[in-house]
């Protein structure tokens, strides 16, 4: 008898030409990188020829830098090897990728139907998705406009997903992350001048919408929307 197969962990794109597209885990060593060679061929002149791969361990999936230039980053930060969990922003180059750790656990969403998971085999019109923004509105020029994915980074590294050029931030100066509940929780990491909701400096929050949110220079509002 066939043994059933499990759909396992996977990537998606979510920044350049591949929006979108969907990258299964299927090997014990998945490489990353430039050259046609690798299991993920990322067409990116900022990319290694062999960047880095995707190891599947007793304890679950590890990503390891090849290159050894720092140039692989997991949620903002330089990594030389690391756990991935699920909802971890990976970024080599300048391509960006999101890991969800099982399909069959957490079905596959676009990033438009974030928490619908939650209502499979409900009725959707029941229970619209709801979408998380970050809206810069002291930005000079046309207002800007971040959705939020499971996990966003947000400083003064190239490697966050919210980049700041500013000397008041920190590399990676705060963290936004969805909570199982579908709250969004803003943690200060431990930054040199703060995180500031609604005027008062936080270290941990729960956001709610409308909430002023202000990093160095900066300020946003988060924005709470169905679709």
């Not at 794109?13 to 990322?42: A, H, M, P, Y």
């Not at 939650?118 to 998705?129: E, T």
């Not at 040199?192 to 008062?200: C, D, K, L, P, W």
Request: aromatic share 8%.
């Amino acid at each position: 008898m066939a043994q059933e197969y499990t759909p396992g962990a996977y990537l998606v794109i979510q920044k350049g030409n591949l929006l979108g597209k969907r990258v299964e885990l299927w090997k014990e060593c998945t490489t990353i990188g430039r050259s046609r060679d690798c299991d993920i061929f990322l067409e990116d002149i900022s990319v290694h020829r062999r960047q880095a791969s995707i190891l599947l361990t007793p304890d679950g999936y590890v990503l390891r830098d090849d290159h050894g230039s720092g140039d692989s980053f997991v949620n903002g930060y330089p990594i030389t090897q690391q756990l991935l969990n699920h909802g971890d922003q990976l970024l080599f180059g300048n391509t960006h990728l999101t890991f969800f750790a099982s399909e069959g656990t957490r079905p596959f969403q676009l990033p438009t139907s974030r928490g619908r998971e939650l209502h499979i085999g409900r009725p959707p019109d029941l229970y619209p998705a709801v979408i998380a923004r970050l809206e810069l509105v002291n930005a000079r020029g046309a207002p800007r406009s971040f959705e939020l994915p499971a996990k966003m980074t947000i400083g003064r590294s190239r490697g966050c997903d919210i980049f700041l050029e500013d000397l008041a931030v920190s590399r990676v100066h705060a963290t936004i992350r969805e909570l199982e509940d579908g709250d969004y929780e803003l943690t200060d990491n431990r930054s040199a001048t703060g995180t500031f909701v609604n005027g008062r400096a936080m270290s941990r929050c729960i956001l709610h919408d409308g909430d002023t949110v202000q990093i160095g220079a900066s300020v946003f509002t988060f924005r709470l929307s169905q679709s």
